[in-house]
């Protein structure tokens, strides 16, 4: 039997679904709600800052011990940000790859003066440009505090987190990068939605109001700590 050419074989499903479009706005959903999730898990542990120090610090140790003594220290955390660093690259590579497709198949500028799309989606690219370098600083700064100002102090993230609020640099990147990320959230929630099929006549209005509660809740709460540090209630 003649062996097959390369021209013969078929490509594999998972190759299928990365090469075409509906494969990368599919792998782009799942990966921003993946995403998402951890955003809503996160802003509500930093939320622990307003019941002291103590109870701050507490958190940040459990997150570390989680699944003790099943997992070593620090793997449940590991486990989470290899899968986050996954989530974040399979979505900023079908983004970018599917906005080049997007120029390709449109070379000519829209005859139009006035643009069609909403503000959240015509600064969705850019936000995800501004999220990406936060994502460096902020790991930089309080995971292995080496931007971080005034000296980072291991075993002690409630300090840290408070040194950083306390500089008008850190509250500016922190306060524009959320707002980037509440418009990002709001437009790509339900771009998601839409992907997935599970938007309808129906349910429109249910997952637009959804997108928008969503999107001011992280914005809110993740603002409402630089804003807590700069006005002492947190210190």
Known sequence: M??????????????????????????????????????VVH?????????????????AHWLRTLGDPFLHYEWALWIVRVVLVLAVVLHAVSAYQLSRRDIRARPAKYVHKKPRASYATRTMRWGGIVLALFIVWHILDLTTGTAHPGGFQSGRPYQNVVDTFSTWYGNTVYIVAMLALGLHVRHGFWSAAQTLGVGSATRDRILKTLANLLAAALTLGFISVPVAVMAGLVS
């Open 43 to 59: 802003m509500v542990g930093n939320l622990k800052i307003f019941f002291g120090s103590g109870e701050f610090n507490r958190y």
């Open 2 to 39: 003649a062996l097959a050419t390369r021209a013969d074989r078929r490509p594999s499903m998972t190759r299928t679904l990365w090469d075409s479009s509906v494969g990368k706005k599919t792998i782009m959903a799942l990966s921003g709600l993946i995403m998402l999730g951890y955003l």
